[in-house]
Every structure is written in C-alpha cells, then in structure tokens.
C-alpha cells in the first residue's frame, strides 16, 4: 500500500489549486481523477477562453445555505492572487464586461498553468484512475482504486457537483460526505435556461435566436440587468443563466423589456405613432409582434390610449411575466446549488468538523456563485485554504 501525506480527488480547478498548495508545503501530494483530461470543466468554460475570475468578487454574489462561511476563504486568497498568479505565468487576459476576467487566447493557458504549478510543487498526477472505497485508517484514509489501494494522513474531496455530465460529473462527493456522517443538502441545476410551458412554447419559440437587454426578477426579489436570448428550447442568456439560480419550481419571473416612464414620454414626444411603431424603435421588432399576436398589448396611436391603458402596457413592458416549464437541467447547467452543508466545514480550512483530516472545497460543497467567474474564484480560494493545512 503506497502512503502518501495527502490524496486530491478531482482534477478540477479547486483540486488543482489545493494540490499545488499542498505541494509547496513540502507535502508528498497525489491528485487523482477518473477522467481523461486534467481541468475539462476549465477548458469548456467562457467559450473556451474561461472566465477565471472577476474584479467585483464579494460574498453577496455566493447562494451558501450559511451565507457567511465564503468570507473567511475569499478574503484570505482574493480575485487578486489569483490574477497575479496568472500575470506571473505572463497570460494575457481582459475584462469582457461586468468585471469579467477572460484569457485572451485558451482556456488551456488555465490548466496547464495549474499543471505547472503542480509540477513545480512535486505533485503526481494520475488520470483516468476510478476509485472504488473509501475507508478510514487509524488517522488518516485508506483509498482503494481500480489498480492499487492507497493510504493518506489528509483526503481532499474536490470531485465537482452533477452538471454538465457528459464530462463525467458524478454524485461521488455528495456520497462519500454522506458516508462519513455529513449532511448533503438537496442539488439542483444552476445557471441553466428555462423550458417554457407548452402554451408558451408555442407562441414564443418562433422568437429563437432574439436578444435583448432586459433586469430579470425573481420572486423573492433579486434582480440582474443583463441580456435575455429566445431559443427554440425556451429562454437563455446571461440574464436567465443569473436568475434561475434564485428561482424555484412553479415561481414566476418577470422581465423588464423597458423601463417604466419610457411609454409616457414616447407619448409626449410621438402621439401619433402607433404604439406597434413606437415599441419596435425599442424592442426587436419580432417580439412586439409576438406580444401583440398573444393579445399582451394592442395597437392604436399613442394619443388615443387613455392613462390608464397606458398605465397597464407599462406594468406589463416594466415587469413581463414568464412562468418557466423548467430548466434544462444538468446537461446544460454550468453549477450544481447545494451539495455538503457547509455547517459541516470549518470556513477557514474547509475541514470536516467531526472528520478530521476529511476536507471538502469546490462546487461539491454548498456554496454558488453567479455568472462571470466568481465560481473559478470560489474554488481558488477554497482550495488555497486547504492547500495551507492538509
């Protein structure tokens, strides 16, 4: 039996990271993985040039069942470690929008300067390695793999949550938390597009392939100011990715295809436009068509619609409702919401509480980001932290 100081399941970004931490600390390191590829979730990420981090990273951006467990680890290795890491390897790299940090080239550039960092630490890497049991032994754990059986002082659990399968995302980590006696709050799909009801789908599916910038709003409030896509599956984009992380089965959504006030003053400025003419100045010309064949809105010149019609049309165009079939699920998810409950780690070392030497980071724990880099950054800091300890 081959004994190491620590074992890394995942060679994803989080376990990357700890690896490589671990490494320096003089640790004998072995980072295990049943895949092919070494950072697969890396590489598909921001079209493939992954969207590593974000300028504006801050715990208000983190869905955690305990929203203060984030704070210790993303004060403690910030947005800006990570980016001078990736300046010290001389990646070129730019802001896309909303903070949003971009290589200018690969996403490859990512992985294979974690590879290196590994490397440079004296970690061994092995792929393709599937693990069959995890036992406790004395202290420490013993891993039994398809080849061989191992034994480590600390084990790291770093095996990703349960989207984007057909990289081979697997329930693994949720089970061996459970094995040892850890809560496993209930997952689902997020940052995923919505299906549509059938009598939705009908009217809006001709829409696929129209964009616009809308504030989406879900039910308990929150809201982003970003784009919405039509698709023949139902809405996409950037602001439906966002809000279908705050939103639960049956809730609706409600978009903001135009500020409120916007109507009022078309009328002062254009009372003989038609409203059709007005709204397709300012909307794609495709969707005021479809909200008038929904009977959503009619069509009259401005001057002759009294304030309180007026008033409905804006209600309806400040907050259009859309009562979601569903999501894609966790084929096209880029997150898994809920996994290992945090109440169950310490924040600062992301250790087991009643396992010691049994660490959990990355998106197997019940911690999301939104959209735009601040999941990367969640498994930098999380595995910086247990990179420092085990």
């Known amino acids: 039996m081959k004994a190491w100081d620590v074992i890394v399941i995942g060679a994803g970004a989080a376990g990357l990271m700890c690896a490589a931490e671990a490494g320096k600390r003089g640790r004998r390191v072995l980072l295990l993985d049943h895949g092919k590829r070494i950072g697969r979730k890396i590489l598909m990420s921001g079209g493939g040039r992954c969207n590593f981090t974000n300028y504006f990273v801050e715990p208000a951006a983190y869905l955690c069942g305990n929203p203060h467990f984030v704070k210790s680890a993303l004060a403690r290795y910030t947005q800006w470690d990570f980016i001078a890491l990736v300046e010290k390897h001389g990646i070129a790299y730019h802001e896309k929008t909303l903070g949003q940090l971009f290589c200018d080239d690969s996403a490859q550039e990512i992985v294979d300067m974690l590879v290196k960092e590994c490397e440079d630490a004296g970690v061994t890497i092995r792929l393709r390695t599937e693990i069959l049991n995890v036992e406790r032994l004395g202290d420490g754990f013993m891993v039994a793999t398809a ?19 057909k990289i081979g995302a697997s329930p693994f980590g949720y089970k061996l938390a459970e094995q040892f006696g850890l809560k496993v709050l209930p997952t689902r799909a997020g940052l995923v597009p919505f299906t549509l009801q059938p009598e939705d789908k009908a009217t809006l599916e001709p829409l696929a392939g129209v964009s616009l910038p809308v504030v989406a709003e879900s039910e308990d409030g929150t809201r982003f100011a970003e784009s919405l896509l039509f698709t023949h599956r139902g809405v996409s ?58 009977e959503q809105i009619g069509n009259k010149p401005l001057k002759q619609y009294v304030p309180k019609e007026l008033a409905a049309i804006e209600r309806l165009l400040s907050a259009w409702p859309l009562k979601p079939g569903g999501t894609e699920g966790y084929r096209t998810a880029e997150v898994t919401l809920g996994g290992v409950d945090t109440r169950e780690l310490s924040s600062k070392t992301m250790m087991a509480n009643k396992v010691p030497n049994l660490y959990f980071i990355g998106e197997v724990v019940d911690v999301t980001g939104w959209l735009g880099g601040y999941n990367f950054q969640w498994a930098w800091s999380g595995g910086w932290c247990a990179g420092q300890v085990v």
Not at 147 to 159: G, H, K, P, T
């Open 147 to 165: 080849n061989d059986e191992l034994s480590c002082q600390s084990l790291v659990v770093a095996s990703g949550g349960l989207s984007m399968p």
């Open 237 to 294: 984009g950037p602001s439906v990715l966002q809000i279908s992380s705050y939103w639960q089965a049956g809730e609706q959504v409600h978009f903001e295809l135009l500020p409120a006030g916007g109507l009022a003053q078309g009328v002062a400025d254009s009372p003989n436009q038609e409203l059709k003419t007005w709204l397709s100045r300012h909307l794609p010309k495709r969707l005021v068509e479809t909200l008038l064949e929904r």
